[in-house]
């Protein structure tokens, strides 16, 4: 099995190297378009700031190869942010996957949002061997609302969608390689998932 993580310059991947090697995977970091289309799976990550990352996908042209992608995409955090229509951060166009606009938490909380939180209503083999109420390690000063492909819901401030799915793209606002052994399961379950 052939698993791509899209290195386009703002992604903790080796971070995500590592939680696959120790399932057994070798993942292969690339930004050209010919191996990721090529990918059975695709890891889409992301860390750091919204506008500066939409113009880097830009630049090496993967704006429009990521939404076109027919094997089974996985958003991480940033990665997932910008797989919605539009974030605050920066007033920034994201991909358009899923119907759902990215917003700020407010001052009235802790920002970011960082360290351990629940998943709630849970909704797709994603989710395979884990429970509601399961613990993710999240770090995001932003937040999809909650929208019909909501797959798992986190409260911080206020409800918000915590995991995304429409057709073959899935999306997680936290981060599964850190997230112990929930989160190696859900790695599994999307290794696991058919193309």
Not at 47 to 53: H, I, K
């Amino acid at each position: 099995m052939k698993l791509v993580i899209i290195n386009y310059g703002a992604g903790n991947i080796k971070s995500l190297q590592f939680a696959f090697k120790r399932l057994g995977i070798d993942a292969v970091l690339s930004n050209d378009p010919v191996v990721i289309q090529a990918a059975d799976k695709v890891i889409f990550p992301g860390v750091g700031e919204a506008s500066s990352a939409m113009k880097m996908l830009r630049q090496s042209e993967l704006n429009r190869i990521i939404p076109k992608l027919t094997q089974p995409v996985l958003g991480i955090c940033l990665g997932m942010q910008l797989m919605c229509n539009t974030t605050e951060e920066g007033n920034t166009k994201g991909l358009g996957i899923f119907d759902v606009a990215v917003k700020r938490f407010t001052n009235k909380v802790k920002v970011p949002q960082m360290g351990w939180n629940t998943i709630n209503g849970l909704k797709s083999e994603l989710f395979d061997g884990i429970k509601d109420n399961e613990f993710m390690y999240l770090v995001h000063s932003f937040y999809a609302e909650i929208c019909p492909n909501a797959i798992s819901v986190t409260h911080y401030e206020l409800d918000y969608a915590s995991a995304l799915q429409k057709d073959n793209f899935y999306g997680v606002q936290f981060h599964p390689e850190k997230s112990s052994l929930a989160g190696e399961q859900l790695l599994k379950n999307f290794i696991n998932i058919k193309s």
